[in-house]
């Protein structure tokens, strides 16, 4: 068995590699063949030769990674090793401040994919960014919104989600229309609230400026001079979704988001969004993201949970395949 030493230079060994090497650890679970020792500012590897190139070159990243940053998470390794983790150092938009938020916050694209949000929003006027959970897709969206609004290269932000039930009957909620979807609209409250101050986003959403409301009442609008956010879209029907698309305006631009794995349509209805992914995947001027677990950026577990769902997930639609090649091998 081969072995290379590496030598860990200008950075503290201990932060760059977590208290008890945890972040090290986290390291090795993408090279298991590779026996790897770390003591003091030296990592020792051990294994075929060609792993430890791999090894050598993605831990020389993630040390400029942390150079750069100084600060290192489980979610920048997961980035960093993926086949164009590179461009996280080399892309000049990664590091560019899409909104200064509230308290001094600095709101940035923290992924790749979310880089990637940020170059087709810039480069198209109708983007879909389709992923799970906690992966920042609406949230990137409205940081985009927001500074189109203060450059003035829109007058106004539309939000809007269709009004279906995930299990709970807003029929029943106390209170008029408004007080009845707000709750549900919440994220996009919750996104603006950190990008606005509280009082200015109240006068914004009196006057217009920004119009938060479910996606009925888009029907016979032309919606124009505006950047337009349809969240949620995967609970759209295939007609929900055609009326969305083709409500845009002669100066506008449209930002689709949905996580396809939590679809709360009937269980026969078919989802505007995975149609509109479908017949739209050629057509010049609309941009596609999809991100993945890679892009959590909430609590480590969150990706672990999206990984059992979709372990589970898979595991069922293959016993569903089975099923139904005995039943049609029996007919």
Same mark, same amino acid.
């Given at each position: 068995?081969?072995?290379?030493?590496?030598?860990?230079?200008?950075?503290?060994?201990?932060?760059?590699?977590?208290?008890?090497?945890?972040?090290?650890?986290?390291?090795?679970?993408?090279?298991?063949?590779?026996?790897?020792?770390?003591?003091?500012?030296?990592?020792?590897?051990?294994?075929?030769?060609?792993?430890?190139?791999?090894?050598?070159?993605?831990?020389?990243?993630?040390?400029?990674?942390?150079?750069?940053?100084?600060?290192?998470?489980?979610?920048?390794?997961?980035?960093?090793?993926?086949?164009?983790?590179?461009?996280?150092?080399?892309?000049?938009?990664?590091?560019?401040?899409?909104?200064?938020?509230?308290?001094?916050?600095?709101?940035?694209?923290?992924?790749?994919?979310?880089?990637?949000?940020?170059?087709?929003?810039?480069?198209?006027?109708?983007?879909?960014?389709?992923?799970?959970?906690?992966?920042?897709?609406?949230?990137?969206?409205?940081?985009? +919104?927001?500074?189109?609004?203060?450059?003035?290269? !829109? @007058?106004? /932000? =539309?939000?809007?989600?269709?009004?279906? &039930?995930?299990? $709970?009957?807003?029929?029943?909620?106390?209170?008029?229309?408004?007080?009845?979807?707000?709750?549900?609209?919440?994220?996009?409250?919750?996104?603006?609230?950190?990008?606005?101050?509280?009082?200015?986003?109240?006068?914004?959403?009196?006057?217009?400026?920004?119009?938060?409301?479910?996606?009925?009442?888009?029907?016979?609008?032309?919606?124009?001079?505006?950047?337009?956010?349809?969240?949620?879209?995967?609970?759209?029907?295939?007609?929900?979704?055609?009326?969305?698309?083709?409500?845009?305006?002669?100066?506008?631009?449209?930002?689709?988001?949905?996580?396809?794995?939590?679809?709360?349509?009937?269980?026969?209805?078919?989802?505007?969004?995975?149609?509109?992914?479908?017949?739209?995947?050629?057509?010049?001027?609309?941009?596609?993201?999809?991100?993945? +677990?890679?892009?959590?950026?909430?609590?480590?577990? !969150? @990706?672990? /949970? =999206?990984?059992?769902?979709?372990?589970? &997930?898979?595991? $069922?639609?293959?016993?569903?395949?089975?099923?139904?090649?005995?039943?049609?091998?029996?007919?």
């Amino acid at each position: 068995m081969l072995e290379r030493k590496i030598e860990i230079t200008g950075v503290n060994p201990a932060e760059l590699l977590g208290v008890n090497n945890a972040k090290l650890k986290h390291i090795k679970t993408f090279f298991p063949k590779l026996k790897v020792v770390a003591r003091g500012n030296i990592v020792t590897i051990a294994g075929d030769e060609e792993v430890m190139d791999e090894f050598e070159g993605k831990f020389n990243l993630i040390l400029r990674h942390f150079t750069r940053f100084n600060r290192l998470t489980e979610n920048n390794i997961d980035n960093l090793m993926l086949d164009d983790g590179s461009r996280m150092l080399k892309d000049d938009n990664g590091s560019e401040i899409l909104v200064h938020g509230n308290h001094g916050s600095k709101i940035k694209a923290k992924t790749i994919n979310q880089r990637k949000l940020v170059d087709l929003v810039n480069k198209n006027d109708m983007v879909f960014a389709v992923g799970p959970a906690g992966t920042g897709k609406t949230y990137t969206a409205v940081a985009l +919104a927001v500074r189109a609004l203060k450059a003035k290269e !829109v @007058k106004r /932000i =539309i939000l809007t989600r269709p009004a279906v &039930e995930a299990g $709970e009957n807003l029929g029943f909620l106390p209170g008029d229309l408004k007080e009845k979807l707000d709750p549900y609209m919440m994220p996009l409250y919750d996104a603006l609230r950190d990008m606005i101050p509280a009082e200015k986003l109240a006068d914004m959403i009196e006057f217009g400026i920004i119009e938060i409301a479910p996606l009925a009442f888009m029907r016979g609008r032309t919606l124009d001079k505006a950047f337009v956010i349809l969240d949620e879209a995967q609970n759209t029907t295939t007609m929900q979704m055609k009326m969305f698309l083709t409500r845009m305006g002669m100066t506008a631009k449209f930002a689709v988001t949905g996580d396809m794995s939590q679809v709360d349509l009937p269980r026969k209805q078919r989802s505007g969004l995975a149609y509109a992914l479908d017949v739209l995947s050629d057509v010049e001027g609309v941009g596609v993201v999809r991100m993945g +677990a890679a892009d959590v950026i909430r609590h480590s577990l !969150v @990706k672990k /949970i =999206i990984a059992a769902f979709e372990k589970a &997930e898979e595991a $069922e639609q293959a016993e569903r395949n089975i099923r139904n090649q005995n039943r049609n091998s029996e007919e």
